[in-house]
């Protein structure tokens, strides 16, 4: 083994680890980079697989006074910044059926890609339970064998969650009531089918370009007129106290600002280093071909610049007062290290948009940060990155993130090894607005400060899933937890009185103490499904039929924290 630079000892290693930045690895080659050193080795094979392990143990033992403890009354506790967070309890669990239906005809599924709770139905009743309004988004529709002109929407369901009911039954019951779907501000219909490869595209009354789909037939594959129809695969929430909402999308990492009914207000596109490229133009097609065209190809199928296919702007979230949104990539763009293959490219992009400075509605972007995607060593002990599908306001500074694998229910390996509520603050990060690359080959740039990661709440914590029947791993049956994690919702344990709680303001809860809420995404699985307003019944080729599994946890925000709720 050689050292280009300098070979450290494993000593060197732990003490280093502490102010780790990245490490990079290329075949049997590997870069680590601290705050202070870059070491560099390139190894025979027969020495790669102990050097991963001696690293990859070096840098969970340095990290572990940054890892989750445990306080008597509670799971574990994490501190961030000097900010104390607990995970007291697995509080609730429910789900709904994996055929339902909504008001349309179409499967009723999927409703974890995002969620909100409409603060001012939260309300604790003298019985100890609690009701409120859930919006639950799905994103594009079934597609696990090619996307399909599902109009994307979003559901309501009344609530019902019994915290004193501790299993082993649900104690979490929704019921459905309503359905929208979205429209543009011309009253045409979203699709989720996937955006041309090229330019022209469909644009707004006010000429704001939107990544749109030309599709054949009826867009299932039937007859039909064909059309063409802007795309959306949702999958952030955020909702305004007038009863409009943003919606942020992964195809063309867009935020749209839709009124109560659905229609399309404004579209907010992204940043310049956001939009994918190819070959020299824009394009915002993710190679997800339709069901009826499989064999439709896009090349390249990655783009040379902008966001990863399927990567887009996945978490969404804003300020209490209504000033601000926060919108977090995926994973890194493309420029950073997210091609294809590049298993750390961990560089996610926090973008702060001014909604009291909007011009024609579009809001100025006021800040970008680095944030640093947790590393986890996976089931072949090989190292990938978790990506985050979810980030929740605290503070100004401090975000709820969810990270996870793509283990669980209905794949391959059963057992996650990361799926994780964790917390990130930015209060120490680098500006690097305007910036088109922060990270080249994933090697993040001398001059930036990432924001601090902070490791959390484990949803893989068996003991706890056990109250309510629940598994991390094993058998696949109803007992196992879903794949797809993709929501945070925060609501007060005490809240005020029903309507004196919850406005735009924000409300702190007197101990601290919230419910956090996440849905699971079960890609539409079922063996009894139904599309293009039930006149296209499917059933997956996967042969399962996942429910749609929600958790509610009950944690300690930091003493004072005033997070969006809701």
């Excluded at 990859?56 to 989750?68: E, F, G, I, M, Q």
């Excluded at 915002?284 to 040379?304: K, L, Q, V």
């Excluded at 996976?378 to 694998?405: H, N, P």
């Excluded at 949803?459 to 696949?476: P, R, T």
Aim: aromatic share 10%; proline share 7%; net charge negative.
């Amino acid at each position: 083994m050689t050292a280009d630079l300098q070979q450290p000892t494993p000593r060197q290693l732990q003490d280093d680890a502490m102010s780790m930045k990245s490490w990079h690895l290329h075949g049997y080659a590997t870069l680590f980079i601290t705050t202070t050193k870059v070491y560099y080795f390139y190894f025979s094979k027969d020495l790669a697989t102990m050097y991963l392990s001696l690293i990859t143990s070096v840098l969970l033992a340095s990290t572990a006074s940054a890892l989750p403890q445990r306080r008597q009354d509670a799971v574990n506790t994490t501190t961030c910044n000097g900010k104390t967070y607990e995970y007291l309890s697995l509080a609730g669990y429910g789900f709904t059926a994996p055929n339902s239906q909504d008001k349309f005809g179409d499967t009723a599924a999927g409703i974890g890609s995002s969620a909100a709770i409409d603060a001012k139905t939260w309300t604790l009743h003298d019985n100890g339970t609690y009701t409120g309004l859930l919006y639950a988004l799905p994103d594009r529709g079934w597609n696990t064998e090619g996307t399909l002109n599902y109009q994307p929407r979003v559901h309501k369901f009344q609530i019902q969650f019994d915290p004193a009911s501790t299993g082993p039954s649900p104690n979490l019951q929704l019921h459905y009531l309503d359905t929208i779907r979205f429209s543009s501000d011309a009253d045409v219909p979203f699709t989720g089918i996937d955006p041309n490869i090229l330019p022209p595209y469909l644009t707004t009354s006010d000429g704001t370009t939107l990544p749109s789909a030309t599709y054949e037939g009826d867009g299932f594959g039937g007859d039909g007129p064909g059309g063409s129809r802007p795309s959306l695969d949702s999958e952030g929430i955020v909702l305004m106290p007038d009863g409009t909402m943003y919606i942020s999308d992964e195809y063309g990492d867009y935020i749209y600002h839709f009124a109560a009914d659905g229609k399309l207000i404004t579209a907010i596109p992204p940043p310049e280093p956001f939009i994918p490229i190819r070959n020299g133009s824009v394009s915002f097609s993710a190679a997800s071909p339709p069901r009826y065209d499989p064999d439709r190809e896009t090349i390249p199928e990655d783009p040379d610049f902008g966001r990863v296919n399927n990567q887009g702007y996945e978490g969404l979230t804003g300020s209490p007062d209504g000033k601000y949104l926060y919108v977090l990539t995926q994973s890194s763009l493309i420029q950073d290290g997210g091609a294809e293959g590049d298993e750390l490219a961990r560089w996610s992009r926090l973008v702060k948009l001014d909604l009291s400075a909007s011009e024609g509605g579009v809001p100025p972007v006021v800040g970008q940060y680095v944030v640093p995607l947790p590393v986890y060593a996976d089931e072949d002990d090989e190292l990938d990155v978790a990506a985050q599908s979810e980030i929740k306001y605290v503070s100004e500074t401090q975000f709820l993130v969810m990270a996870r694998d793509g283990n669980g229910w209905g794949q391959d390996e059963t057992e996650s090894k990361y799926r994780r509520a964790d917390v990130f603050d930015i209060s120490g990060a680098t500006d690097v607005n305007g910036r088109q690359t922060v990270a080249p080959e994933s090697i993040l740039a001398d001059d930036i400060v990432v924001a601090t990661y902070c490791t959390f709440l484990d949803f893989n914590v068996n003991s706890e899933l056990a109250k309510f029947g629940l598994q991390n791993g094993g058998d696949q049956d109803i007992g196992l937890l879903n794949e797809k994690w993709e929501s945070l919702v925060l609501v007060p344990v005490q809240p005020a009185a029903a309507g004196q709680w919850g406005q735009w303001t924000g409300k702190q809860d007197a101990n601290d103490e919230y419910f956090l809420f996440s849905l699971s995404d079960n890609d539409f699985i079922t063996q009894d499904g139904y599309m293009n307003g039930g006149a296209l019944p499917y059933s997956d080729e996967s042969g399962y039929d996942l429910l749609n599994q929600v958790l509610v946890f009950r944690v300690r925000l930091p003493a004072g924290a005033k997070p969006l709720t809701g």
